[in-house]
């Protein structure tokens, strides 16, 4: 069966930093394209950040680049988000999700096989 868990999330101020983690099991994701979306209250799934498996390329939305990094670890089958500078803009449920044998880096929800159940980010001004 395979699981993705995220963890890391919680409340920090404006200009502070979290990182989350997304630990995978069930099979091996050391050949599956990795990512980040998020959700705020009212709004659809965005697409955050991405990555491949074979040869770690990464894909930032422009909304968090230069802010939040994306980087996978293939032996622990986890994949990170380093979110820095973060703005209340930053709230949201942030999900993890895996796409099976891919090397692109699709930033459309329904593109992903399986998803994590999300943690939740709160940014306070």
């Known amino acids: 069966q395979v699981q993705l868990v995220e963890s890391g999330g919680g409340l920090v101020q404006a200009g502070g930093s979290l990182r989350l983690s997304c630990a995978a099991s069930?099979?091996?994701?050391?050949?599956?394209?990795m990512a980040w979306f998020r959700q705020a209250p009212g709004k659809e799934r965005e697409f955050v950040a991405g990555?491949?498996?074979?040869?770690?390329?990464?894909r930032v939305a422009d909304s968090v680049k230069g802010r939040f990094t994306i980087s996978r670890d293939n032996a622990k089958n986890t994949v990170y988000l380093q979110m820095n500078s973060l703005k209340p803009e930053d709230t949201a449920v942030y999900y993890c999700?895996?796409?099976?044998?891919?090397?692109?880096?699709?930033?459309?929800?329904?593109?992903?096989?399986?998803w994590g159940q999300g943690t939740q980010v709160t940014v306070s001004s």
């Open positions: 999700a895996d796409r099976v044998s891919s090397i692109v880096i699709w930033t459309t929800p329904t593109r992903y096989d399986y």
């Open positions: 069930g099979r091996t994701f050391s050949n599956s394209a």
């Open positions: 990555i491949t498996g074979i040869n770690s390329s990464t």
